[in-house]
């Protein structure tokens, strides 16, 4: 991706909520920076190769905004550590217009409109959502996972037990019987996989080549870690929409 061609995210800053919106390409690789970590003006200007005036300006831009803070390095009065300061909700990505089947009138009818099914009426126009979102490169991924989070706390209430097999065999049934799909748990060392078949998040959305399942991950996410009683590190190395067979989910250090 050029730098032209940055996505243009989307913050939200201070008490009202206020959106902001980052077009700039060089404001949004010193957000991507600071997404990762804490930084010093020094390390910015030296990993982005730009000059001091260019990233003095914009940083100045982005704290005025209210989407950048700054503290003083405890170990040198004289420098600033930056660091994000507000609510990362989505991003704008440039795209190249395109009709996607899941807009196009006869699947709608059929599907849709036509389906007899409540709950796949349902189905359908959360992926028609989606997929018109993915084809005008407007993604909420950031909210998408806070929803599934506390989504997931909900379920745990209701299949939460202390037993590893009991718990994960009552988060399967409470998945199928929900129509959310068909799900596989298997530990290996101190990993786990979770393997999603007939996922409802994903499954007939467009092939983007990157995951897309933010809700499921979410959830999982919130039912895992309130099991385990700790923070986990959980990936989706495989979806739909990267052209797989399946979701698959990757949980590590579970012991």
Wanted: glycine content about 6%; charged content about 25%.
């Amino acid at each position: 991706m050029t730098l032209e061609n940055k996505p243009i995210k989307i913050f939200a800053t201070g008490e009202e909520a206020k959106l902001n919106i980052v077009k700039s390409p060089v404001k949004s690789m010193i957000l991507s920076l600071l997404s990762e970590c804490e930084m010093d003006f020094d390390n910015i200007v030296k990993i982005l190769d730009k000059s001091k005036s260019t990233i003095s300006v914009h940083l100045k831009s982005l704290t005025e905004e209210g989407i950048v803070s700054y503290k003083q390095n405890p170990t040198d009065k004289r420098k600033k550590i930056f660091y994000i300061n507000s609510r990362f909700l989505g991003e704008l990505e440039h795209t190249n217009k395109m009709e996607l089947p899941e807009q196009e009138i006869d699947y709608l009818v059929k599907n849709l409109v036509n389906s007899g099914d409540n709950f796949e009426f349902v189905r359908l126009m959360f992926h028609t959502l989606r997929s018109i979102m993915i084809q005008e490169g407007f993604t909420l991924n950031p909210l998408l996972y806070e929803t599934g989070i506390k989504i997931g706390l909900s379920i745990y209430n209701n299949i939460k037990d202390d037993d590893y097999d009991t718990f994960t065999s009552n988060l399967i049934k409470f998945w199928k019987h929900n129509g959310l799909g068909d799900m596989e748990v298997a530990k290996y060392g101190g990993n786990m996989k979770i393997t999603l078949t007939n996922c409802f998040e994903c499954e007939f959305l467009p092939k983007i080549g990157k995951p897309s399942c933010l809700l499921d991950l979410g959830i999982l996410y919130s039912v895992f870690s309130s099991f385990l009683n700790k923070d986990i590190n959980i990936i989706e190395i495989k979806c739909y929409t990267m052209g797989d067979e399946c979701c698959l989910f990757e949980v590590g250090e579970i012991n």
